[in-house]
């Protein structure tokens, strides 16, 4: 509990001076945010056995109009995390406040109204279109589910949106499988975009897709960003792709932040030794600084969510740990100017030598 108290903290004070320097008022608040699924053993009498602790105490913001990464291995809670911001999944403890309203506990009946705010675009976009419905009635529901009058009716509001992300506005009474896969990506954009909501939570959007089609999604998300004043958090793996749309990103490991900052601090400069060897893993186009900068390879199997490591949940893994890591859990405290770190001994080195830049 101190730890979190002391993560919500510094969280608070980066991004204050963030507020002040222009980028906007706070729409999303996370605060202690956790959730454990149960394992349980037994047919008839069911007995808990351990938890598995996917999301574990996160404390972050999300600025209105901001891109907010999030990023690290698979495994350690992204999509959770994306699935509780939408309340998709219910937390095990914490906060989650959207626009002002704390939206972490609601039931579903009063979590509906609230969808019209924020929404979601999966990783698969075949998997999160029915293959039974056309496009027009799969790009519709969320008119006819939230009973939003539209001018001209809901056909010409799907075929609006069909046009919007680069679909023919005939391709209205098509189904899902006549599609690409970069196509039926651009369907679920439009069904998260219909409400025009606030907020939308982007899991792995273009990790499933071609890579000659990935740069053709992100642009067109950028450009509905700026048109639409949208607000997004980009959950990836992919840290290139992090790279080129976050203004903001956070590191998580294990289902915790272990970094948080903005997207030139954690690229240019990281602190924790976990960020610093997955940033040293993306290729470099100019061959020289690509030769020239370090390599840091990562021993071991990121640990189970059923039973972390005591301590720093990196320390199995990690060539600077020392006996207060296999004690005490670093907080998430501020290093630099909105530059947050989770670890007794950060890195005091740039990822590729100034000289090289």
Request: proline share 7%; glycine share 8%; with cysteine.
């Amino acid at each position: 509990m101190g730890s979190a108290t002391t993560n919500t903290t510094s969280s608070s004070t980066a991004d204050t001076t963030g507020d002040a320097a222009g980028t906007g008022g706070v729409l999303l608040e996370v605060t202690g945010l956790r959730k454990h699924f149960p394992i349980k053993r037994g047919i008839i009498f069911q007995k808990q056995v351990g938890l598995v602790k996917a999301v574990d105490g996160l404390n972050f913001t999300v600025r209105r109009g901001e891109t907010f990464g999030l990023v690290g291995e698979s495994g350690c809670g992204k999509s959770t995390t994306g699935r509780l911001l939408t309340r998709l999944l219910r937390p095990t403890d914490g906060q989650i406040v959207l626009n002002g309203q704390d939206i972490s506990y609601l039931p579903q009946r009063q979590v509906r109204p609230i969808r019209r705010d924020m929404q979601m675009i999966f990783q698969d976009p075949f998997s999160s279109l029915n293959p039974r419905h056309t496009v027009g009635s799969i790009v519709g529901a969320p008119f006819r589910l939230q009973r939003v009058e539209t001018e001209g009716g809901i056909k010409r509001a799907v075929q609006e949106l069909l046009e919007l992300v680069g679909l023919n506005p005939e391709h209205y009474n098509r189904y899902p499988h006549e599609f690409s896969g970069g196509q039926a990506q651009r369907i679920g954009i439009a069904r998260a975009l219909a409400l025009r909501p606030k907020l939308m939570v982007c899991d792995e959007p273009v990790s499933a897709l071609d890579v000659s089609i990935r740069a053709q999604i992100i642009n067109l998300l950028q450009d509905l960003q700026e048109e639409f004043d949208l607000t997004y958090v980009f959950i990836a793996h992919d840290l290139s792709v992090v790279r080129h749309i976050s203004d903001r990103v956070a590191v998580m490991y294990l289902g915790h932040i272990v970094e948080l900052g903005e997207a030139r601090q954690i690229y240019q400069h990281p602190l924790h030794p976990y960020t610093h060897a997955l940033l040293s893993a993306i290729p470099i186009s100019d061959p020289d600084v690509d030769q020239a900068r370090e390599r840091i390879l990562l021993t071991g199997d990121v640990p189970s969510p059923l039973n972390p490591p005591s301590g720093c949940p990196f320390r199995t893994r990690c060539w600077k740990a020392q006996d207060i890591c296999r004690t005490e859990r670093p907080p998430l405290a501020e290093k630099a100017t909105g530059h947050q770190v989770a670890c007794h001994f950060p890195e005091d080195r740039a990822l590729i030598p100034a000289s090289d830049r």
